[in-house]
């Protein structure tokens, strides 16, 4: 059980980040319990932490969290849905003012947000469905996610293909992702579904590397394939490149970080587009959700934060090599404009 | 008689045969399965499970066990990213940092054993949730690649080397054109290599000593401690291997816990005792179960069967092994006594 404390920056003796370029937007009067955000205690509750969308998700949450001074703890449950339950309990316990819900099971967390909700705490979900009427849900759109990415794939490709498909069905967003995919077969009789696998045994990339090169063997004139998660698409390029099938196969994927960006940006590379919502971003508007809610405000009861296509010719064209070069190029990236009152701060950029 | 002689041949050569007859059937089945490029495939997959299992039969041979296996080789795979992308190291000293590692690790495991009298499992138990806390402690829990944040709030810089990748990705033209890929010749060096260690060196026969009677042994005058030290800083470096491996093929440094490279390994290791009938852990054995795993999973893979049938798929292997090993085997020998 990992509990970190994240220093409260107070607010005159800010320093400047060392991107530069520091101008933090204090808006002026913060409403109550703003006017006092050192006294403001919240909690972020996490079932999921490992891998780059849950450690950027985890950056937003912290950088949104010192813009508004309040003191943030970070509970970490790793996968386990009974400890994650436990640690609601905990930061109720501890008397904190609002609890962000990372992820984890409806069954293991219903039960845990009612007792907060009733314990006087405001909190929002993000990806994970409480089933509770005052707890806004955050989420980034998977369907859309999907979407986008298999709009792109087929105009690259026209409407007949023979594809493989990277899905482990039970897992949420991949379940709302596979949405898309069925739907985009069902309205293209062209595309063949030749192969479905998927696997998430650790190191999921490696064990996705193993299975997708099989299917390659089996299927050589596989010509697209979809991996909306961005660790099967990494081991699908492992695959793609061992089989040395760069030219021919097309990679589509879901979720973005450095780490993919360098693997797009690969020469010849077969990852031409993925389609991400910023997770830093998703970690920001978590947390504005929240402040929303801890001013009297009401944020909605669903918050989405929309996703973005990028493709490979986009990347290499604008010279982007990371995640901060990505968010000066794509404004949309960097900054999603939902969750936002008047006197909201943001994090300096 | 004739039954005895039946039996004896199917414990012998029972499972290679099985083998065989999966080969054959998914050659028929499974559209691309026959092939050199498929058959390096298996290899390729199999590698760094392969290594492991290798380690793990030295301590299975000391009647010991490593659970840490899985951990070291993680640990290996973010150290390795940490000295190249964070410290900026080149590809020799991360792979030494990498083996050095590993061999303080079985160390620390082997003087846990010996010296502080803790079982094995107990140990090695041990040792695993150390290595998974400690090699996020560094990053903070992060996962290593060029470009990321460090906790200090400056960027890394440094790349994997060019020859560190070779290691895991390089292929060597035999026959065909970039053929066999280095894992697989590291796989079959180090089969090898331990291979002939126990079986055909005194070293080796005295740790099998070790293990069916360390009383006896140790009255003969055989440095008992020694050797099992010894058994742990083998495994400790062959998972430290793995993890190299590891870390060339992925490009960069993924937190996970290891736990299914430990199951993985020990599977094959067990498999192991089945093959030829040898009843104890063996270095051809274990290398031969490793394939058997691996020639399965392609074989389903390609046959489009869903992840969920892979474990099951494991364990019912894993079952038909055991019994090999212990039913009809203790059956004969009872006979034969």
């Known amino acids: 059980m990992k509990q970190i404390k994240v220093k409260v920056i107070s607010l005159i003796g800010f320093t400047l980040s060392a991107f530069g370029l520091a101008t933090t937007s204090f808006a002026a009067d913060m409403p109550a319990p703003f006017d006092n955000a050192g006294d403001v205690k919240i909690a972020l509750v996490r079932f999921l932490s490992t891998g780059d969308f849950f450690q950027a998700y985890l950056g937003g949450v912290e950088s949104q969290a010192e813009a508004l001074g309040v003191d943030l703890r970070v509970f970490d449950s790793r996968q386990d849905a009974a400890l994650q339950a436990d640690m609601v309990d905990q930061a109720i316990t501890l008397g904190v003012d609002g609890i962000i819900i990372q992820h984890g099971l409806t069954e293991s967390m219903k039960d845990a947000a009612q007792r907060a909700v009733e314990a006087g705490i405001k909190v929002v979900a993000f990806d994970v469905n409480v089933e509770n009427t005052s707890i806004p849900q955050v989420e980034q759109s998977d369907y859309l996610l999907g979407k986008l990415a298999l709009e792109q794939a087929l105009k690259d490709n026209g409407n007949t293909f023979k594809a493989g498909y990277v899905y482990v069905p039970g897992i949420a967003p991949l379940d709302r992702r596979n949405v898309a995919w069925e739907e985009t077969l069902a309205a293209n009789s062209g595309i063949e579904e030749a192969a479905v696998f998927g696997t998430l045994d650790n190191p999921i990339a490696n064990s996705i590397a193993n299975q997708a090169r099989s299917v390659l063997q089996a299927n050589p004139d596989i010509t697209v394939m979809f991996a909306p998660y961005d660790e099967f698409a990494k081991g699908v390029k492992i695959a793609v490149d061992e089989a040395g099938l760069t030219d021919q196969v097309d990679i589509y994927s879901a979720d973005v970080s450095t780490a993919d960006i360098s693997a797009m940006l690969e020469p010849g590379s077969a990852w031409v587009a993925t389609v991400a919502t910023n997770p830093a971003v998703v970690g920001e508007v978590s947390v504005r959700s929240l402040a929303i809610m801890l001013a009297g405000g009401d944020p909605g009861a669903s918050v989405i934060v929309p996703p973005t296509l990028i493709t490979q010719s986009f990347l290499s064209e604008q010279g982007i090599k990371n995640m901060g070069d990505l968010g000066a190029k794509m404004p949309q990236f960097q900054h999603a404009d939902v969750a936002m009152t008047d006197w909201m701060p943001l994090p300096a950029r | ?337």
């Open chain 2, 1 to 337: 008689m004739n039954k005895d002689i039946l039996r004896e041949f199917a414990i012998r050569f029972g499972f290679i045969l099985l083998a065989g007859l999966l080969v054959l059937f998914f050659s028929f089945f499974a559209s691309g399965f026959a092939g050199p490029r498929s058959a390096v495939f298996i290899f390729q997959s199999v590698a760094i499970t392969g290594i492991l299992a290798l380690g793990v039969t030295c301590t299975l041979v000391v009647d010991g066990f490593d659970l840490s296996i899985g951990s070291v080789a993680t640990s290996a795979l973010m150290l390795s990213a940490y000295m190249m992308v964070v410290l900026e190291q080149s590809a020799f000293v991360a792979v030494m940092a990498c083996l050095l590692m590993g061999a303080v690790v079985g160390l620390v495991n082997g003087l846990l054993i010996v010296k502080m009298r803790v079982p094995d499992l107990l140990a090695t138990l041990g040792m695993m949730f150390l290595l998974i806390g400690l090699q996020r402690i560094p990053t903070e829990g992060r996962s290593i690649s060029t470009g990321m944040r460090l906790p200090g709030g400056q960027v890394a810089d440094g790349t994997f080397a060019e020859g560190f990748l070779w290691l895991g990705r390089h292929r060597i033209d035999l026959f065909l054109e970039k053929l066999i890929p280095v894992p697989v010749i590291i796989f079959l060096f180090i089969s090898v290599l331990i291979w002939v260690f126990l079986e055909k060196t005194r070293h080796g026969r005295l740790m099998y000593a070790i293990g069916s009677n360390e009383r006896a042994a140790a009255l003969a005058g055989t440095n008992v401690f020694g050797y099992k030290i010894l058994a742990y800083m083998i495994s400790g470096i062959t998972a430290s291997i793995g993890g190299i491996l590891l870390a060339a093929r992925l490009g960069r440094g993924d937190i996970a816990s290891g736990n299914n490279l430990l199951l993985d390994s020990v599977a094959a290791a067990l498999i192991g005792f089945a093959v030829l009938g040898a009843a104890k852990p063996n270095a051809f054995g274990t290398a031969i179960g490793a394939l058997f795993v691996g020639i399965l999973l392609q074989g389903l893979t390609m046959m489009n069967a869903p992840y969920y049938t892979q474990d099951f798929v494991k364990g019912a292997v894993l079952v038909v092994a055991l019994i090999f090993t212990f039913a009809l085997s203790s059956r004969v020998r009872g006979g034969n006594h």
